[in-house]
Nanobody, 113 residues
């Protein structure tokens, strides 16, 4: 059974940092591209970042480029999202995705003073 379990969300002040984690199981993680997405209140879900299966190449949405870093640990079946210089517009539920079809339950990130 495929499972993606996110953790690490919370409340942070503007300019702060958070590190999200996603634990994957039930599929061949090493051969699966992984990504992070987010959904702000009242808005559609949007793609944030992706990391390739084998090369580890990464891509980012323009809104987070230079502030967020996606990484993966294939030995642990984990994917991470390091988020720095967080801003109120980064508030939302953050979802881990595998292969474009597997979704986690999401973790809430709130950026507020």
């Amino acid at each position: 059974q495929v499972q993606l379990v996110e953790s690490g969300g919370g409340l942070v002040q503007p300019g702060g940092s958070l590190r999200l984690s996603c634990a994957a199981s039930g599929f061949t993680f090493t051969s699966t591209a992984m990504s992070w997405h987010r959904q702000a209140p009242g808005k559609a879900r949007e793609w944030v970042a992706v990391i390739a299966r084998f090369s580890g190449n990464t891509e980012y949405a323009d809104s987070v480029k230079g502030r967020f870093t996606i990484s993966r640990d294939n030995a642990k079946n984990m994917v991470y999202l390091q988020m720095n210089n967080l801003q109120p517009e980064d508030t939302g539920v953050y979802y881990c995705n595998g292969a474009g079809k597997y979704w986690g339950q999401g973790t809430q990130v709130t950026v507020s003073s």
